[in-house]
């Protein structure tokens, strides 16, 4: 007796599903996949805002560059999201209270981030001349 013989392309075919199949393992795996990624990365740290990347105007760039901001902060999707974003930080805070902030770091910690105090620079008043804070807080205020 000779033994049945499976063609290759039926070998390799997957077995026929039940009708519905598709719908029923959409219907189960989309709400978790909803919800797994929506939780990863959430690990109570605030999220930082997103929004669309703004033109920054050349002198300023070389004040953040000089200041190191894009170290721990994240402007217009670059640098590092350790600190605050600082996207919309002029909605959040005044031009004083951005100038207070980065002469002095400890003066008030931000919202969120109490666990990093005292890790940004003081030394701003040292790096930077006069009017290239004056620049950098005013962009700043400026982004809301």
Known sequence: M?????SRSSALAPA??????TARALAVVAPLAFLVLTACGSDGDPQPEEEPRAE???????????AECLDCHILDGR??????ALNRVGARLSSDQ???KIVNPASFPAAGYENLAGRMPTDFEERLTREELDRLVDY???RQ
């Open 140 to 142: 700043l205020a400026q």
């Open 56 to 66: 920054t105007p050349t002198e300023v760039v070389a004040v953040i560059e000089k």
């Open 79 to 84: 640098g590092t999201y350790e600190g605050p």
């Open 98 to 100: 951005i100038r207070r």
């Open 16 to 21: 026929p599903r039940p009708p519905g199949h």
């Open 2 to 6: 000779k033994p049945l013989r499976r």
